[in-house]
C-alpha cells in the first residue's frame, strides 16, 4: 500500500468517525458534563471507539486500560450528578509508557521487561486520578526513551498521524500522536532534551517542560527499580495537550512537591503572570535554530507567524533575520549535534571570537548581525560559560523568546519499521 492510499484512507476513515467530541479542549468536556450535555460514559466510549478504528496505523496507545476506565467513567458520572466539581472529572487522557501505573506494564520499551507490573502509581498519576481524569492506555516510546523517535521492539513503530510514512518523533512521541488523533485532549511525558518539545512540533500541539524539580518523580524510573522519592539532574515531567490552557491547568493540578519528602516541610507558591495581556510582553524571535541549519518548513512557518503578531501587536514583538532556503536531513542534524554535546568542554562553544564563529560556521546558522530592536545587544560568542553563539537581549526589552523546538519538520521513518 502505497503512503498516499495510506493517508487517503486514514482521512477516509477519520471522517466517517468524525464529531465535536474529537478534539475538544478540557474546558470544553468539563462544561459539556456539567451541563449533561454528554456522559463521562459516553465520551469515554467515544474515546475508545476512535482508539480501536484509528490506531491500528498510528500505534500510538499501546496499553490499552478500557475497563478501568469504564468503571472510571461510571464513578465520575456518580460524582458530577452529586454536584461534584474538579478540574478534571470525567476527562479522559493517556500517560506515556515510562510511568509506573498499578496493573499497568512498565517496560521503557524493553521486551525483557513486558511482565514488570508496578503496585502503585506514579505521584503524577496518583494527582491526576485525585482530580478525577480517567486513565485510557498508555504510549509508545523508543527503547529506553534514548531517540527522537518512537519505535521499540515490544511495540513497534508509532506513526505520525498527519502522515504516517512520518515519524512523531520521541522520546513522548506516543502521546503527542495520540493528542493529535484525537485519543484524549491531554496526556503526560518527559524531558531532557527535548522529548516533549519536538513530539510536539512534530505533531502539531502543545506540550510544555516545566522547571527543573516542579513536578515529582516519584514512580518514574526504569523497570523494577524501586519508586523512590528521587530527584533528577536534567529531567522534567511535563504536560501535553491540544491547547495552551489546558497546558497551565494540567501543570496546577501535578505540580508540587513530593508529599513524602519536601512536601511535608513546605507547598508550592508560584508568583501571579507578570502580564495578562500580549502586549504587555517584549517578545524576542529567532526564525534559526543557533545550532544546526534550520529547515525553511520550520523557519518560514516562525517568521510568518512573528510577523502577523507583529503586525498585531507592533509593540510586543521584535523580528531578528527571515526566512531562509536551508534544509538539513535527520543524519546530518545528529552528527552535528552529537559531537557537540558530548565535547568534554562543552561549557564552551570551539571558538573565542565573533570573527572565528562567522568565519567557522555556515552562513545560514547565523543570526543577523544588526537587529530590528535598538534594545537587542549584538550577537557574542566565547563568553565564559556560552555554551552557544547567542544573541542577548536586555532583561528590562525581553521577558519571552520565541524560536524552533528543532530544526526540521518530522522525518520519514525507514520503510522497513513503519506499523504496519
Known sequence: ?????????LQETNSRVASEWD??????????????????????????????????????????????????AKA???ALARGERRPLLGVPMTFKEAFNIAELPTTWGFPEFKDFVPEEDAVVVARIRREGAILIGK?????????????????????NPWDLSRSPGGSSGGSAAALAAGFG????????????????????VYAHKPTLGLVPFRGYGPPQSQPLPHGSDIAVLGPMARCAADLALALAVIAGPDEETSGVGYRLSLPPPRHADLRDFRVLVIDTHPLVPTGS???????????????????????LGGPQASAVDVPTMIRTLIPTMLSPRNNRPPWRRASDMRTQLPACWMLPRRFSS???????????????????????????WVGPSTAQSSPRIPRDLRCP
Do not use: W
Open 1 to 9: 500500500m502505497t503512503n498516499q492510499v495510506q493517508r487517503e484512507n
Open 23 to 72: 478534539y475538544p479542549t478540557i474546558k470544553e468536556i468539563t462544561q459539556a458534563l456539567q451541563a449533561r450535555k454528554i456522559s463521562a460514559s459516553e465520551l469515554v466510549e467515544h474515546t475508545i471507539a476512535r482508539i480501536e478504528m484509528l490506531d491500528q496505523r498510528i500505534n500510538a496507545v499501546v496499553v490499552h486500560d478500557f475497563e478501568r476506565a469504564r468503571a472510571a
Open 76 to 78: 465520575a458520572d456518580a
Open 139 to 159: 504510549t509508545n516510546v523508543p527503547a529506553g526513551l534514548g531517540d527522537f523517535q518512537s519505535y521499540n521492539e515490544l511495540y513497534g513503530t508509532t506513526n
Open 185 to 204: 485532549p491531554l496526556s503526560f511525558g518527559s524531558d531532557i532534551g527535548g522529548s516533549l518539545r519536538m513530539p510536539a512540533h512534530f505533531c502539531g
Open 297 to 319: 518548513a520550520v523557519n518560514g512557518a516562525i517568521y510568518r507567524l512573528a510577523e502577523r503578531l507583529k503586525k498585531a501587536y507592533p509593540d510586543a514583538f521584535i523580528i
Open 374 to 400: 535598538a534594545r537587542t545587544a549584538p550577537a557574542r560568542s566565547g563568553a565564559r560559560g556560552s555554551r552557544l553563539p547567542h544573541c542577548v537581549a536586555s532583561r528590562s526589552a525581553c521577558r519571552r
